[in-house]
Each structure stands twice: as C-alpha cells, then as structure tokens.
C-alpha cells in the first residue's frame, strides 16, 4: 500500500520515530484601556506601544488622552481606564482619599538641577521675575491640585510672594503659549514639549525653574492602577510593566534619533525637528519612596493634606525592582 507523505508522517510519529511538533498558538492579546497625556513624560509608553513591545506581551493598548493625571484618576476609580499616568501629587491625594490605588511603575522625574522638563514663561519683556512680582497675575495651570499647581505655588512663595495672592488657570499644556501670547495669563508653567517650541517660537521668555529650584530629584509622574485590578491581574501589570520598561530602555539608547523623535513627534503633533532640541525629564523604571516623602512634605506645607503618607506602602513590587 502506498502511503502518502502526511500519512507517512503520523504513523511514524505514533511509533515513537519522529516528534509531533505543535504549532505554538499565541495567546490572545488582553487589552488595556490607558490613560495618559502626550506630552514627553509620557515617550517610553509610546515607543514601547510603536516598537511592539507590548505586542509581544501579548497586551493591546488603548490611551485614552487627558489633560493631567488629576482627570485620569477618575477614570480609574470607576474602572474607566485599568492604569493611569499620574503626577504624585494627584496620585498621594487618592491614597489619602482611601481610593485603593498602587504605583505600578515609574515615569517621569526630574534630575538634581535645572533645566528641568517644565519651565514659567512670560510674554518678552513683561517684567515678571520672581514670586512677588506674580501677586495679583494669572499662571496656566493643566490642573489645580496636582504638581504643575503645587510647585509654581513653591516657587512663588521661595522667591517672596504669597502663593495664595496668585491666580491659578486651568489651561491644556497644548494650549498654553497660546494663552500667553494672546494675553488670556500672565505666564505658564509648562512641559516639554510645548516649552521649547514657545521658546523656540520667540513668543515667551523662561522666567523660572520650579521644580529644581524647590527640590531635587521629584518623582513626577508614575503609572497607577487600582489595588483590585492588580490583584485580579497580577501577571497582566508584570507584562504592562515589562514592556514599558523595555521601552524606556530603547528610548535611553535613542534619544536624539530620527526614529525616536519620529515617534514623539507622531503624539505631541509637533515637528521631528523641534523634537530633537528639547529637554528631557529622567525617565525612571522605578521609584524611590524618598522622594515622595519630600513631596509629600511640600504638600502639607501648603495645606494639601494633613498627617503622614506611607511612601513604601504606595508602591507595588514592579515599582519598586524593575520586572525582567
């Protein structure tokens, strides 16, 4: 009897003389509903989205654009989103609300002097140089109560002005050369990459650096995600977690690259060109619970909160040693 190749083939794998090799079947991608921001904080999440990393961790990734961490947190809460990109003002806020969030992984921080990743701009020549000088004027905010709004509050009262004497305007980070410019606020504390193009543009002059000159080394912005979630899911946050990193680590090895600044380009929708000359926060794959303590310091300070804030209690394992 004549036997053709595939019949050959199983019975000789049924003797024993030839292994059956099963195709290996890829699991099927769980998908992640993200809240984030595009601005540059937010890079080694879009590289890793744009070089396949989560891919390969078998995620699929789905942002959903805010305008700060203080407007994603709801979205958490109510099971909107499954991980936020936070600022750790807003983040310590929902700790002490009892909101059962943890800090996955790292983001964002600054370095231990300036430049920094955001700056105060004025229109050029408005005479506006330090706290004092802001009494009585307006400064763009993205959100009231988060970091931008706790650190140009800092800022105003380290260099003799009163804090409270000072109006604070919520403004997009997009929008807010644009308010300066046509006059709608005295001045804005703004990210890269908006910082740089409106420097760049001639349109504002840097007036100050407030995060490096209230604090060394900040701890930003970190990715959040609910204490519930993570229990459920723990090997999904490990994976998220995994690939975010991988993409930190691609961007640390590219920076100042066509394709890198490419990437960036391609969610802050400004030009590769413009990308290539800004400044750049350090990004962190973990996070160092010193420097919440000191923020969280700066917080009561200025009457955010009262009483203590475990910063070791704040972190999950994958914050706090980087995940293989």
Do not use: C
């Amino acid at each position: 009897m004549r036997l053709t190749r595939r019949r050959f083939t199983a019975a000789a794998a049924a003797a024993g003389a030839l292994p059956l090799i099963a195709p290996r079947v890829r699991a099927q991608a769980v998908k992640l509903r993200v809240s984030t921001i595009p601005i540059i904080d937010t890079a080694g999440l879009q590289i890793a989205m744009a070089k396949g990393f989560f891919k390969e961790q078998d995620l699929e990734i789905d942002t959903t654009p805010t305008a700060g961490g203080a407007a994603g947190l709801p979205a958490l809460a109510a099971g909107q989103v499954q991980i936020a990109f936070s600022n750790i003002i807003s983040t310590v806020l929902a700790v002490k609300q009892n909101l059962g969030f943890l800090i996955v992984s790292g983001g964002s921080g600054t370095g231990d002097a300036p430049p920094d990743l955001a700056g105060i701009v004025t229109k050029p020549g408005a005479g506006l140089k330090t706290g004092k000088d802001f009494e009585g004027k307006t400064i763009a905010v993205n959100t009231r109560n988060n970091i931008i709004w706790l650190y140009a509050r800092a800022w105003v009262k380290k260099t003799g002005g009163d804090p409270d004497k000072v109006t604070y305007l919520e403004v997009p980070f997009p929008q807010m050369i644009d308010a300066v410019r046509g006059g709608r606020v005295d001045a804005a504390f703004v990210v890269e990459p908006f910082f740089s193009a409106g420097q760049a543009s001639k349109a504002v002059e840097l007036v100050a650096w407030p995060y490096g000159s209230t604090q060394k080394r900040i701890p930003v912005a970190q990715f959040v995600a609910s204490k519930a979630y993570i229990e459920a899911n723990p090997g999904t946050i490990e994976k998220f977690v995994r690939a975010y990193n991988k993409g930190v680590d691609w961007m640390n090895a590219n920076k100042g690259g066509d394709e890198w600044a490419g990437i960036i380009a391609g969610y802050t929708r400004l030009k590769p060109e413009q990308i290539k000359s800004i400044g750049l926060p350090v990004f962190e794959k973990t996070v160092d619970p010193r420097g919440i303590d000191e923020t969280v310091a700066l917080m009561r300070e200025h009457k955010m909160i009262e009483g203590a804030v475990d910063a070791k209690a704040m972190l999950y394992k994958t914050a706090v040693e980087a995940v293989k």
